[in-house]
């Protein structure tokens, strides 16, 4: 970027002197502090609330000093009949089981390994048939361990010296694959007997599709399923007695169940069950005594007293630290964020204003976000069906966003995004959930509501932000199990209404704090830039030159700024205001000066300076009372920077008394800021190259672009441009955007020859004597092509 400048002797008092009014307010650390400050303490307080004092602290077991009677009717919930109902709604939820088919196919896979793996070590000699074993001899201990490694099971020496007697051929695999699957034919292996006459809710593993299961004489124990097995094996032909046994006895030890409790699954359901009952209330009335004096207070009474008023104040202390730590949090969180947008040196952190704005705004966010809670369970009070957190989806959560993105810029719309999602977590039961829903959703809104120059753009994010919610639920119900429930198809339609309310809240809201906090959006710009407005009916009439001037500045600043990425329709615009102030004084500025008088005749130089530089004062002046908004007003204070009005100064310097020594610079120079955004130093290089463009002789493309190229290294090399954030790459583009502009104002046209005198046809005359016209026709230049003058 490009290196600070010394700054011009005398501008620093000069601009201390013209210190806008409201200016240290605005930049002050001791309220910017207290802003910070203020808020942490409140949002705490919204987030932890605590009235000390509304209802007598009681504890259990404690005797009440005072009689405390019901000073209003309330609803009291009778948590034993509400405990009852959902003990009761709990209870007839079915048991959930999980079914797995493939139970059977898996031990057999495994025996399968073990056999094919033993067989490549027989007992003794080269083996069954006359194979050759792959691997050399290993010690027989090695071989059971590997056997059990492999089919997952402990056995005796006894046993695997019978298996490796009798071989492991495909034969006896095959015949002991059969036994394992005998149990698994009668029907599925449970580890326990389950309840008879129950209906059960039974999961395919695979298939994941849910049956209920009425008859459960099928359905065998391990113990059963083992004594099958046996039976299966005794009547089983051709197997010598001692194999038998290890048959038995290492199928025994296979067998593992196919039908498993699922204890989390059904616990949750019946917790859902039981959370879908409504609470049961009796109504206590006003008047009505709670706690009597010198009375033990008992369990029940404090509930009493609690649903009057004293929630959760039977442990000041605790609620307390509660309440600090929760205001440190927030604190420390806020310093950080502050800290982080303070960084972008674009960014209007270092504005009060700015900052009281964001600070309200969170404050009204999370008020929204509470009145949101509380709309959504009032919701499922009055409608069963729709569940909790679905209502909880549909508030508009992503408002603050995009209003912040409208009115500030995009980065700060992000930072408060994160903010205000950590807020919630103080809210909301499932805080990660709703912090990456709150998230996701208000960075997509920010990225589309970034370029905003029409009212419509706030529903159409809305409405992308309510497809982006619809995706984060699916992914939480895809994480959570719950895709194929019912309470999905709520949750999806509550995403997306949260998208649609917030760009309709975005879009209400946006004109009022517009005009509270004077913010100037782009669709103010758009309107300021009508040139049907008055004021540039007004500058027509009285400054026609310098109203040529801005129109032509405007649409070089515009070109530049798109160029650059700057905010081009604020180049523009302000480009069209930045000389309003010339209105004042018009004939004193050479552009609406006729050629045959000069004010600036019968003034001193430095009264003709004093009168060109008033011009920036005035124009500022006009701007509060148009209400142009802070950023143009800004760019009219800084068009010229602290640059020297040149002209009067060697005037000065001729016509000075030859006693003086010298004539002050400061009293020449406009009173500045440096243009501190890139928009006003484009504005400031536009003003000062075009009206230079006027005194080009012959302005061919090379004069042209020598005279661009020229004019920004002297604005360069005078450090005006220090503070703008320009890079030389962007000066570069700037440059070249410039030259393209005046080459298409300076394009040459042709000489078109003069047009014949007309020709008498017949030398007739009309009847006062003129000759006669021949009437427009084919044959007339208007319908044959040919140019009719100059183009």
């Known amino acids: 970027m490009l290196g600070n400048k010394k700054t011009p002797k005398g501008s620093k008092k000069r601009n201390r002197a013209r210190r806008i009014p409201g200016s240290r307010f605005l930049t002050s650390t001791g309220f910017r502090v207290f802003i910070l400050f203020s808020l942490s303490i409140t949002l705490a307080y919204i987030l932890n609330p605590f009235l000390p004092g509304a209802v ?27 405990e009852k109902r959902r003990l009761e709604a709990a209870e007839t939820v079915p048991p959930v089981y999980d079914y797995d088919r493939q139970v059977p196919t898996v031990i057999g896979m495994a025996v399968a390994g073990a056999f094919l793996e033993m067989s490549r070590h027989p007992a003794e000699g080269p083996g069954e048939k006359g194979n050759p ?46 036994i394992i699957y005998a149990p698994y034919r009668m029907g599925p292996i449970s580890p326990e007997s389950l309840p008879p006459g129950r209906t059960i809710l039974v999961r395919d593993i695979k298939t994941e599709k849910e049956e209920s299961w009425e008859n459960l004489k099928n359905v065998l124990t391990l113990e059963a399923a083992r004594k099958h097995l046996r039976e299966y094996v005794e009547q089983y032909r051709g197997l010598p007695e001692d194999l038998r046994e290890v048959y038995i006895s290492l199928g025994g030890k296979l067998l593992r169940p196919s039908l498993t409790f699922a204890r989390n699954a059904t616990e949750k359901r019946k917790q859902l069950a039981a959370e879908s009952v409504k609470p049961v209330f009796y109504k206590v009335q006003a008047g009505e005594m709670i706690v009597r004096e010198g009375e033990k207070v008992t369990a029940g009474q404090l509930e009493r007293l609690r649903a009057l008023g004293s929630a959760e104040r039977d442990n000041l202390v605790s609620l307390v630290f509660k309440s600090a730590g929760t205001f440190l949090m927030i604190l420390l969180f806020t310093v950080l964020l502050y800290l982080l947008l303070r960084t972008d040196r674009l960014s209007s952190a270092k504005n009060n204003l700015d900052l009281l704005f964001l600070a309200v705004l969170s404050i009204l966010m999370v008020f929204l976000a509470e009145g949101g809670q509380f709309v959504a369970r009032s919701l499922t009070a009055a409608f069963p069906q729709v569940p909790l957190e679905a209502a909880f989806y549909a508030t508009p959560f992503t408002t603050g966003t995009m209003i912040v993105v409208i009115l500030l810029r995009k980065n700060a719309g992000l930072l408060f995004t994160l903010f205000f999602a950590f807020l919630t977590t103080f809210l909301f039961e499932s805080p990660f959930r709703m912090f990456f829903y709150i998230l996701t959703g208000g960075i997509v809104a920010a990225f589309r509501v970034a370029e905003c120059h029409e009212r419509s753009v706030f529903y159409r994010a809305g409405a992308v932000v309510g497809l982006v919610n619809t995706a984060v639920i699916l992914c939480f119900s895809l994480y959570g199990n719950t895709l194929l429930t019912m309470a999905t198809v709520p949750a999806l339609a509550g995403g997306f209404l949260s998208g649609i309310l917030s760009g309709i809240f975005a879009g209400s809201l946006v004109p009022l704090f517009e005009f509270i906090f004077r913010y100037t959006t782009d669709i103010k710009l758009l309107e300021l830039g009508n040139l049907n407005r008055p004021i540039f009916q007004r500058m027509i009439f009285l400054t026609p030159g310098t109203y040529h001037h801005s129109i032509i500045v405007g649409s070089m600043a515009e070109a530049a700024a798109e160029a650059i990425g700057a905010n081009a329709l604020l180049a523009k615009v302000s480009a069209y205001y930045h000389d309003i102030g010339k209105m004042k004084k018009p004939l004193y500025f050479v552009e609406n000066q006729r050629k045959w008088e000069d004010r600036h005749q019968k003034l001193s130089p430095k009264m003709s300076s004093l009168v060109i530089i008033s011009h920036v004062k005035e124009g500022c002046e006009m701007a509060r009372d148009l209400r142009l908004g802070r950023p143009i007003t800004d760019i009219i204070r800084q068009h010229h920077g602290t640059r020297l009005v040149t002209y009067f100064y060697d005037k000065a310097q001729k016509d000075r008394d030859p006693s003086i020594r010298s004539i002050p ?113 084919k044959s007339a230049g208007f319908f044959s092509g040919t140019p009719s003058g100059p183009h």
């Open 133 to 178: 074993p792959i691997e050399g001899k290993r010690e027989p201990a090695e071989i059971k361990k590997d056997f059990e490694a492999l089919s997952g099971v402990t056995l005796g020496d006894n046993e695997f010296q019978v298996l490796q007697r009798y071989g492991f051929s495909m034969d006896r695999l095959n015949d002991f694959v059969r």
């Open 665 to 777: 610079e400061s009293d020449f120079r406009y009173p500045g800021p440096k243009p501190q955004t890139k928009e006003a130093a484009i504005v400031l290089l536009g003003d000062i190259i075009e009206a230079s463009s006027r005194a080009l002789i012959n302005p061919t493309s090379s004069r042209i672009r020598n005279l661009v190229e020229s004019r920004i290294q002297e604005i360069l090399n005078e450090g005006e441009l220090d503070d703008s954030n320009l890079t030389f790459r962007e000066l570069r583009v700037i440059e070249d955007s410039f030259t393209r502009i005046l080459l298409g104002i300076f394009h040459h046209r042709i000489d078109y020859p003069a047009a014949p005198p007309p020709k008498t046809p017949n030398g007739k005359k009309d009847r006062n004597g003129h000759p006669y016209r021949q009437p427009l026709g």
């Open 56 to 82: 007598p602290l009681f504890k259990s077991g404690t005797i009440a000093p005072k009689d405390v009677k019901a000073d209003r009717d309330f609803l009291m919930e009778d948590r034993g009949s509400t």
